[in-house]
């Protein structure tokens, strides 16, 4: 009896893992295909770029400041 137990707790467990790997695959689909909400309109606006590189550049600047003034 113990035997059998394990065996359906193994098979359970087959098909959640597949059951996941099959819904990776999807949304990896879904992302790559831009569908469902997934998009890269933050990646294509140029001012939306323009404003994070603006960012990055000041948080930057304020390391290199930070960083000469410890030495």
């Known amino acids: 009896m113990n035997?059998?137990?394990?065996e359906i707790l193994e098979w359970?467990?087959?098909?959640?893992a597949f059951l996941f790997g099959l819904t990776m695959i999807c949304?990896?689909?879904f992302i790559y295909h831009q569908k469902?909400?997934?998009?890269?309109?933050?990646?294509?606006d140029p001012e939306a770029r323009d404003?994070?590189?603006r960012?990055?550049?000041k948080a930057i600047r304020g390391n290199r400041k930070d960083d000469s003034s410890s030495r």
């Open 55 to 57: 960012q990055i550049e």
């Open 12 to 16: 359970i467990g087959v098909v959640l």
């Open 3 to 6: 035997d059998f137990n394990t």
């Open 27 to 29: 949304q990896g689909h």
């Open 36 to 44: 469902y909400g997934y998009s890269r309109k933050e990646t294509e």
């Open 51 to 53: 404003r994070v590189r």
